[in-house]
Nanobody, 119 residues
Framework: QVQLVESGGGLVQPGGSLRLSCGASGLFLDEHSIGWFRQAPGKERDGVGCLSPSGMAVYSNFARGRFTITVDSAENRVYLQMNDLKPEDTAIYYC?????????????WGIGTLVTVSS
């Protein structure tokens, strides 16, 4: 049974940084496409970025230059480093795993971790 568990969310001031973590069991992360998504209150779920098995990363416009996805194969864990956070980054952040970086190809999802950016 595949399980993804996010952690690392919390309250951070604007301009601050957070590193989210997503641990996996039941599969090896580095054999799949790994995506981070977020859902702000009252809004639809958005893609943040995705890391392919080849190591190529793609990011949404709002994330490019501020957010970085990395994977630790030994720990079977994926990270989302978020810098220069803004209030509009407030959302529940989810990790997901699938066969490609398309939203519809994500087969397994975590339950999310809440990030609140506020002074």
């Amino acid at each position: 049974q595949v399980q993804l568990v996010e952690s690392g969310g919390g309250l951070v001031q604007p301009g601050g940084s957070l590193r989210l973590s997503c641990g996996a069991s039941g599969l090896f992360l580095d054999e799949h496409s790994i995506g981070w998504f977020r859902q702000a209150p009252g809004k639809e779920r958005d893609g943040v970025g995705c890391l392919s098995p080849s190591g190529m990363a793609v990011y949404s416009n709002f994330a490019r230059g501020r957010f970085t996805i990395t994977v630790d194969s030994a720990e079977n864990r994926v990270y989302l480093q978020m810098n220069d956070l803004k209030p509009e980054d407030t959302a529940i952040y989810y990790c997901a795993v699938g066969s490609s970086c398309n939203y519809g190809a994500m087969h397994h999802w975590g339950i999310g971790t809440l990030v609140t950016v506020s002074s």
